[in-house]
């Protein structure tokens, strides 16, 4: 199996801040890597495919990189309603998995 | 706009087997590069992927759940179905219905774009 590790587990930000998450993979995935918003009591959103692909109607401030076995999903200037947790996804196994998440608070 | 919505009993009692729908609206299950999926999250948990049934018939589980689980799509109703056997405790989670796309031709270029807003599983007797 693949072990996704995202970090940090949580963080505090406050609006206008730049924030970065990691997800470290324990074997190359090449670029197949999603990340996803989840709010509280509401289904998880699609941010970003393929490392780096923007998910039609997500805001330009989103962005993912990375390849092989490192992927950082970064806001560049958080805004209120950003306050959630997110999980990256890989699905180049065939045993789809998710990352632990990572919890965005208000500083 | 492709709508999904889970429906099922929210309480099943141990041993016995989960059953859930998920009504497609705004697309049909049988056309398009789509696996249907479920995914679910323990209460104060994270994501785990159950399985997916892809648009032609092909199904891939959790090894971890495979012995439990069958999936299936209804064409006629424009639904798919989950069904997890001889459930404990440990199942109680909240299950999502969910459209995965494929965004290339290799089987691992998948992206779940839609969600259900998610239905509720207590496992007690």
């Known amino acids: 199996d693949i072990q996704m590790t995202q970090s940090p587990s949580s963080l505090s930000a406050s609006v206008g801040d730049r924030v970065t998450i990691t997800c470290r993979t324990s074997?190359?995935?090449?670029?197949?890597l999603n990340w996803y918003q989840q709010k509280p009591g509401k289904a998880p959103k699609l941010l970003i495919y393929?490392?780096?692909s923007l998910q039609s109607g997500v805001p330009s401030r989103f962005s993912g990189s990375g390849s092989g076995t490192d992927f950082t999903l970064t806001i560049s200037s958080l805004q209120p309603e950003d306050f959630a947790t997110y999980y990256c996804?890989?699905?180049?196994?065939?045993?789809?998995?998710f990352g632990g998440g990572t919890k965005v608070e208000i500083k | 706009q492709v709508q999904l919505q889970e429906s099922g009993p929210g309480l099943v009692k141990p041993s016995e087997t989960l059953s859930l729908t998920c009504t497609v609206s705004?697309?049909?299950?049988?056309?398009?590069?789509?696996?249907w999926s479920w995914i679910r999250q323990p209460p104060g948990k994270g994501l785990e992927w159950i399985g997916y049934?892809?648009?032609?018939?092909?199904?891939n589980y959790n090894p971890s759940l495979k012995s439990r689980v069958t999936i299936s799509v209804d064409t006629s109703k424009n639904q798919f179905s989950l069904k997890l056997s001889s459930v404990t405790a440990a199942d109680t989670a909240v299950y999502y219905c969910?459209?995965?796309?494929?965004?290339?031709?290799?089987?691992?270029?998948?992206?779940?774009?839609?969600w259900g807003q998610g239905t509720l599983v207590t496992v007690s007797s």
């Open positions: 969910a459209r995965g796309l494929g965004y290339c031709s290799g089987g691992n270029c998948l992206r779940f774009d839609y």
């Open positions: 393929a490392a780096s």
């Open positions: 049934i892809y648009y032609s018939g092909s199904i």
């Open positions: 996804q890989q699905t180049y196994s065939i045993r789809l998995t």
């Open positions: 074997q190359s995935i090449s670029i197949y």
């Open positions: 705004g697309g049909s299950v049988s056309s398009g590069s789509y696996y």
